[in-house]
């Protein structure tokens, strides 16, 4: 039996220090946390957001 996933919700957070802030999980993902951002994908449309980015923490999200 083959299930199909409608929708893929995905989180992953850091934690940073004055001199490595959170933030950089942005560079490391090439997606800038102040911006919402959104792609076509072959399985549909995927859109990037940070829902906290600070500098002591960040969360990146993927909504597919």
Do not use: W
Not at 33 to 42: G, L
């Amino acid at each position: 039996m083959r299930t199909i996933l409608k929708r893929v919700f995905l989180t992953i957070s850091t934690t940073g220090t004055v001199e490595r802030p959170a933030t950089d999980l942005g560079y490391l993902l090439h997606k800038h946390p102040d911006k919402a951002q959104a792609f076509s994908t072959s399985h549909g449309t995927a859109h990037v957001f940070y829902p906290e980015a600070s500098a002591e923490r960040c969360t990146a999200a993927l909504l597919l």
